[in-house]
């Protein structure tokens, strides 16, 4: 099997290694990642600054790009001539679940994959392995184990299971993979297919004064702590905006009713299990253009 592999947290980061490192032992692995990081930037493409592409010793291919500048430029000019069997991206350091996935440079590398017609993942290990580490623990040694576990664990997935073949068979769809951060395989109670859930953010919006004086703002996704247990905002909603509030599911896709899925993705995740969402793109619903039709324009 031919993987081209990518992620958003830059071309140096652990999860990455980790992923090349696994699927090496499966298949050929190529690499192209930004050379920095590019968390948020989700799917979006240079279209104002010429790329430009450097080749580490490892052979990984770092662009000073976006993620999914990475996977366009690899699958129209570097490896026009490579067949890949699937692109995978991540791993990513921390969750993406529910709405992260707008806004995830690693699920946007995934969708521009998808968007040029090859089966697509996007794997995250939630909380990104950045326990707190023991006594005389050098920086990235826990980060490393942890990324290897999660690693592992998509490789098990790829061989263990028929994935692939349905991979292949959703056009426009994108699997989105949260692997439990836990200490081992051991530690991890099954696998669940999901749904995307939502969780409301603590704090969307950070605002400070920087030293000259001027208003500054930081964007955040960070969820508020307890989000799982809360049917709503709660009590702490004075805190987060009401634009996170959304109208109960089933009046946003009608299918949700004829599909057995009884966990969102974070629900999953909490539960120790690893977390399987296909999600769905280039897709109009019957009930939204029916509602539209109804109108006189």
């Known amino acids: 099997m031919k993987f081209l592999i990518s992620n958003d947290d830059g071309v140096h980061a652990p999860g990455l290694l980790a992923l090349f490192q696994a699927l090496s032992t499966i298949g050929e692995v190529v690499v192209v990642a930004p050379s920095d990081e590019q968390s948020g930037c989700s799917s979006a493409l240079s279209v104002t600054k010429p790329l430009h592409t450097h080749q580490l010793d490892s052979g990984f291919i770092a662009v000073n790009g976006s993620p999914a500048d990475c996977i366009y430029l690899a699958l129209h000019e570097l490896y026009q001539d490579t067949r890949f069997d699937c692109i995978i991206t991540g791993i990513n350091s921390g969750a993406n679940l529910g709405q992260d996935v707008l806004f995830s440079g690693t699920f946007g590398a995934a969708l521009t994959a998808q968007l040029c017609g090859l089966p697509a993942?996007?794997?995250?290990?939630?909380?990104?392995?950045?326990?707190?580490?023991?006594?005389?623990?050098?920086?990235?040694?826990?980060?490393?184990?942890?990324?290897?576990?999660?690693?592992?664990?998509?490789?098990?997935?790829?061989?263990?299971?028929?994935?692939?073949?349905?991979?292949?068979?959703?056009?426009?769809?994108?699997?989105?993979?949260?692997?439990?951060?836990?200490?081992?395989?051991?530690?991890?109670?099954?696998?669940?297919?999901?749904?995307?859930?939502?969780?409301?953010?603590?704090?969307?919006?950070?605002?400070?004064?920087?030293?000259?004086?001027?208003?500054?703002?930081?964007?955040?996704?960070?969820?508020?702590?307890?989000?799982?247990?809360?049917?709503?905002?709660?009590?702490?909603?004075?805190?987060?905006?009401?634009?996170?509030?959304?109208?109960?599911?089933?009046?946003?896709?009608?299918?949700?009713?004829?599909?057995?899925?009884?966990?969102?993705?974070?629900?999953?995740?909490?539960?120790?299990?690893?977390?399987?969402?296909?999600?769905?793109?280039?897709?109009t619903p019957k009930r939204a253009l029916d509602k539209l039709s109804a109108l006189v324009l």
Do not use: F
């Open 121 to 283: 993942i996007a794997t995250s290990l939630v909380g990104g392995g950045v326990k707190g580490r023991s006594e005389g623990q050098e920086r990235g040694q826990e980060d490393a184990s942890h990324y290897q576990m999660a690693a592992n664990e998509i490789v098990k997935l790829l061989t263990e299971t028929s994935l692939l073949d349905v991979c292949k068979s959703l056009p426009y769809h994108v699997l989105n993979v949260n692997i439990p951060d836990v200490d081992n395989s051991a530690d991890i109670k099954g696998r669940k297919v999901t749904s995307l859930g939502h969780s409301p953010i603590a704090r969307p919006v950070y605002h400070m004064v920087d030293p000259r004086g001027r208003d500054a703002y930081w964007l955040s996704l960070r969820k508020r702590k307890n989000a799982l247990s809360d049917s709503g905002l709660g009590k702490d909603s004075s805190e987060a905006s009401q634009l996170q509030n959304k109208p109960p599911l089933e009046n946003i896709d009608e299918d949700v009713n004829n599909v057995a899925v009884v966990m969102t993705d974070d629900q999953a995740v909490a539960a120790g299990y690893i977390s399987l969402s296909p999600v769905r793109l280039h897709h």
